[in-house]
């Protein structure tokens, strides 16, 4: 009798188990408040309920996934009006059914309709398996095979990548293990993943590129929907910004509180799950950071090594929820993981701490002052050096977030305050603003420049305007030099390189050690350049499976790629890992000209002054414009070429003509 009662309390579904259960009778009155039109506020009067709450229950009337709210309130409507006989009981009793299963199932990757594998499926995996391993199996092995779950969860994956797969694993250590041949398929490159610490301590870039992989494959493989989604948003994953409880709880019609009891429940399930990325993370992380055992003499603790594997894998989290998040998956309880994050915080305001009286010390200036000067060397300038505005124009223009959202912030001896930052990548460079001597002032998030990315018109505020002692303007992109080749980041730089360009600005993207023009100027192996293009040539778009698969034994690093999709004008976007040819389907930013309109002014803007024309009508650039404005392939835009009133094909010599008519103008 208990477990009968406790299954029709599941079967409620996740609404009831926050607030009132729904009866039957009152589902039934709900759907008559729909036949009268009522809008969702009233329905949410009569019913005593938030319209939160009232949207959620008439998703689970609707068989479409994703609907709720207003869009599953007027899909009901539209039913109704075709089949006033709609059987909307039979759909809510189906996902009942489907949910009790799911839970049932626990972390198991298949449905119980599933049951055993497919028998020919199987038999192709077992064939599969023999090739590559070039064993045959007794008749009574091949029976033991051919019954395990992980065969089964084999054949769901796509031949030519399964097959890649395997012979990857075959060629790397001469042994094809059922269970890291299906981590193989997922996320290529899991499987050789060591707990090696120095690599994350030098932030290496192949190896955080899987990391990061290798934990969103981990989120895809929770059962619930709703939890995977609550974890994609807290997470920042799929390129959407970290979000807060509120946000979250805001957007899926929910309270606060039971977005922090799924997201508790997801991170506990995927502690727990058998599915394979979940494994091998949590078994990663347990590993790395030490939680259950004492850390080496000579390396850093467990609360360091958590606020290190943070920034690796959750940049944009803060701390003080990426920190116990990872120590649970990591097998830490709940006490365990608030000690370390605890312990962690306080890690972090040592390492400041123990900064600041570093920045006292003269080799620190010494140290900055070469840094700088290397970088400035990078910087692309645009016509004649402009200077920056003045100090006390300057302000940030992004607005803080009111629950402490921001990732930390720096106290300046340099500008005598708190400096905001948002990642470790970002601290590294204010530090180094802050000591190097060439440096006059700077301000963090000073600019709102428009750009277009994924069909969308988003604003963008550049990390860092510096202005140099000698009177010259820069602006700063701090990202991950893996990262620049990523189209959102790709689209952000062009409307920063329009920008600088109207102003005299210099620009540069940098990890602080890094630049841009390192992706740039990077060679590539013809031969993964001329397989990547022929995939994409076919399919369009790939993703991590489909890229590995494609490139086949052949080596390709993080670095190799991203000066590729440079190189080649793709769009990559990265957790979930996907690939395009081309901009099609992605529209990743506004040509420059607009892009460079649609700025913020800062305070001060004069107009500018009138500008020479060629004979068609373009601009005539100077030298150092025409050699600023080439593509990373080494060539000129058409947009560019028309710009400067040159045809399309550009005509032999085009480049000295318009030199020649700029230096005559200019005496």
């Known amino acids: 009798m208990e477990a009968t009662v406790g299954e029709h309390v599941q079967e409620q579904g996740p609404e009831s188990r926050h607030g009132r259960a729904w009866s039957e009778a009152e589902d039934a009155r709900l759907v008559d408040g729909v036949r009268e039109g009522l809008a969702l506020p009233e329905l949410a009067a009569r019913h005593g309920r938030s319209p939160g709450a009232i949207g959620a229950r008439l998703a689970r009337f609707v068989p479409q996934p994703g609907l709720a709210g207003d869009e599953a309130l007027e899909w009901l409507r539209a039913r109704f009006a075709l089949d006033p006989a709609y059987s909307w009981q039979s759909v809510l009793d189906e996902r009942r059914r489907r949910e009790r299963g799911e839970r049932r199932a626990g ?48 054949t769901a994956v796509a031949a030519p990548v399964r097959q890649a797969a395997a012979g990857r694993l075959w060629q790397d250590g001469g042994r094809l293990l059922l269970d890291d041949w299906l981590l193989e398929c997922v996320c290529p490159g899991a499987v050789s993943l060591t707990a090696d610490w120095s690599l994350i301590a030098e932030r290496d870039a192949d190896t955080v590129l899987v990391l990061r992989e290798l934990l969103a494959v981990a989120v895809e493989e929770i059962p619930g929907q709703r939890e995977r989604e609550i974890l994609f948003r807290r997470l920042g994953l799929h390129e959407e910004p970290a979000q807060t409880l509120e946000k979250v709880a805001e957007a899926l019609g929910v309270s606060r509180e039971r977005v922090r009891q799924l997201q508790t429940r997801a991170v506990r399930r995927m502690g727990q799950a058998a599915a394979p990325a979940s494994r091998k993370i949590c078994a990663l992380l347990a590993e790395l950071s030490c939680v259950d055992r004492v850390p080496p003499e000579t390396g850093p603790s467990a609360a360091e090594r958590l606020l290190d594997l943070a920034d690796v894998l959750l940049p944009y989290v803060a701390p003080r929820q990426a920190v116990p998040l990872l120590a649970r998956l990591a097998g830490a309880d709940k006490i365990r993981a608030d000690n370390l994050a605890a312990e962690a915080a306080t890690t972090r305001l040592l390492r400041h701490e123990s900064a600041r009286r570093e920045a006292t010390r003269q080799r620190r200036i010494e140290r900055a002052t070469r840094r700088w000067a290397a970088l400035e060397a990078e910087v692309n300038w645009f016509g004649t050096p402009a200077p920056a505005p003045p100090r006390a124009e300057l302000e940030t223009l992004r607005e803080e977030s009111s629950d402490g959202w921001n990732f930390g912030v720096w106290s300046c001896p340099k500008l005598g305050r708190e400096v905001a930052y948002e990642s470790e990548t970002e601290l590294r460079v204010v530090q180094l603003l802050s000591f190097a001597p060439q440096i006059a002032y700077y301000q963090e998030q000073p600019l709102a420049i428009s750009y277009e990315f994924a069909g969308r018109q988003r604003t963008y505020y550049p990390d860092l305007l510096v202005a140099t002692a000698d009177g010259r303007c820069i602006l700063i992109e701090v990202k991950p030099v893996y990262e620049m080749a990523m189209a959102v980041n790709v689209a952000k730089y062009r409307a920063l390189e329009a920008f600088c360009r109207s102003r005299g600005w210099g620009l540069v993207a940098t990890d602080s050690k890094r630049t841009r023009r390192l992706l740039e100027n990077r060679s590539v192996d013809p031969h993964v350049e001329a397989t990547l293009t022929a995939a994409l040539d076919a399919h369009g778009k790939l993703t991590w499976p489909q890229v590995r698969t494609a490139v086949g034994s052949s080596p390709l690093d993080s670095l190799s790629l991203a000066a590729l ?5 793709w769009a990559w976007s990265t957790r979930p890992y996907q690939l395009w040819s081309g901009m099609q389907g992605n529209h990743p930013g506004a040509p420059p000209e607009r892009a460079a309109a649609e700025h913020r002014p800062l ?36 947009d560019q070429l028309a710009a400067w ?10 480049r000295k003509r318009l030199i020649t008519q700029w230096t005559t103008q200019q005496r």
């Open 107 to 154: 972390d198991q990757r298949t449905s119980s309709a599933d049951g055993v594998a497919d028998a020919a499926g199987a038999g192709e995996v077992l064939a599969e398996w023999e090739q590559v391993t070039g064993h045959a199996l007794r008749p009574e092995r091949r029976e033991v095979f051919l019954a395990r779950q992980v065969v089964h969860d084999l």
């Open 565 to 569: 999709i440079l190189k080649r004008g």
């Open 603 to 638: 305070p001060g803007d004069a107009a500018s002054g009138p500008v020479a024309t060629g004979p068609a009508g373009g601009i005539i650039p100077s030298p150092d414009d025409i050699e600023a404005a080439r593509t990373p392939a080494g060539g000129w835009t058409r």
């Open 645 to 654: 009133g040159v045809p399309w094909p550009p005509p032999k010599g085009w």
